[in-house]
């Protein structure tokens, strides 16, 4: 809120500034930004027109029936198309304007330039990007093939003595209590060739080429381990998220670009159904401003906005690993859950 001294004008705190206009200048400014007048010398003369766009005007309660004035008819077709269009059609006349003279587009419909165009050769699929912005995570479907499948389940088995269960990370969570989930990890100094399903997975082009569009070039692989979660292994308490603000969990667009400085990098090595527990998450978390209730780091009370990701064997599944909020389920399935975790920084995190 505006301090009361600063709105009488009583202590302008160094934020007030006059702009010095000649007879002839021409000032425009939003509605929105803080405005007034000051007392001075002289007898000024300005004339003052409010704009609103075509959704504004299409919302006010009266129409305005300028139009049905006698003047109306007088003004030029031009002038007419920027006063309220009589009956508020949809999409009002489109007028051109190269900034010396003007027209009116023969089409009606929206224009609305910008100084940023679409790129068709800058490899962003527009969906994909869509949702990435929207939810903060994006599922890559059928990325490895069955031999790659196996291999990589292959290698889990041959030292399944490595698997290690860590602790409970329910949290206190009675919706999400269980035992400790079972990680694995090492996963590139096996010896070959069980190594090498794991370590294809490190700059995989399809990675590669999102990652590069979510955070820029020079990210790094920080860390790995497989998820091996059996029947009755705990699920994850919902965490990360952007409050409070650390270096690692933002999320900015601008200028055409995502900015991030943390994603996972979730590869499936088995079916994940819902009934089944595994992955959670909140969509759009990576844009909140707010901490997260407890009730809802627990699953206590999940408000209908904890979403739980189905995936397939060989799907891959990309998330903002500490702006976004997510978590998992408990595992309820007879299969055990398989899923190699790869986590990577931006350039900005050493």
Request: hydrophobic share 35%; glycine share 10%; net charge negative.
């Amino acid at each position: 809120e505006t301090p009361s001294d600063l709105v009488s004008g009583t202590d302008d705190m160094g934020l007030v500034s006059q702009p010095v206009l000649k007879a002839g200048d021409l000032l425009l400014c939003v509605e929105t930004i803080l405005h007034g007048f000051v007392p001075g010398h002289g007898a000024p003369r300005l004339v003052a027109y409010g704009y609103a766009s075509e959704t504004a005007l299409r919302n006010l309660a009266q129409a305005d029936q300028s139009l049905a004035e006698a003047w109306a008819s007088e003004m030029t077709p031009l002038q007419r198309a920027v006063m309220l269009p009589a009956g508020c059609p949809d999409y009002p006349p489109v007028l051109t304007s190269d900034g010396e003279t003007c027209e009116i587009a023969e089409t009606p419909g929206v224009f609305h330039p910008s100084i940023y165009g679409r790129d068709p050769d800058c490899g962003i699929d527009e969906k994909e990007l869509y949702q990435w912005d929207l939810c903060g995570h994006l599922i890559l479907r059928n990325v490895m093939d069955a031999e790659w499948l196996a291999a990589a389940n292959e290698a889990i088995d041959q030292y399944a003595d490595q698997i290690v269960v860590g602790g409970n990370a329910a949290k206190g969570s009675q919706a999400l209590a269980g035992t400790g989930v079972p990680s694995f990890r090492g996963l590139f100094e096996l010896p070959k060739p069980h190594c090498d399903s794991f370590r294809e997975m490190v700059a995989h082009p399809a990675v590669v080429q999102r990652m590069n569009w979510m955070m820029g070039s020079g990210f790094r692989c920080r860390n790995a381990r497989a998820i091996c979660s059996m029947k009755g292994t705990s699920g994850h308490a919902l965490h990360s998220g952007t409050e409070p603000v650390k270096p690692k969990n933002t999320y900015v667009f601008q200028n055409g670009r995502t900015y991030c400085d943390s994603i996972n990098v979730a590869w499936q090595l088995r079916d994940v159904q819902e009934e089944d527990g595994g992955f959670v998450c909140i969509p759009g978390s990576h844009k909140a401003r707010y901490p997260v209730p407890e009730d809802l780091k627990s699953c206590e009370d999940t408000m209908d906005i904890v979403r739980h990701v189905g995936m397939q064997a060989g799907d891959v599944a990309m998330f903002l690993g500490a702006a976004q909020t997510h978590g998992a389920y408990p595992w309820k399935s007879e299969v055990d859950r398989r899923a190699v975790l790869l986590g990577y920084s931006s350039r900005n995190i050493t």
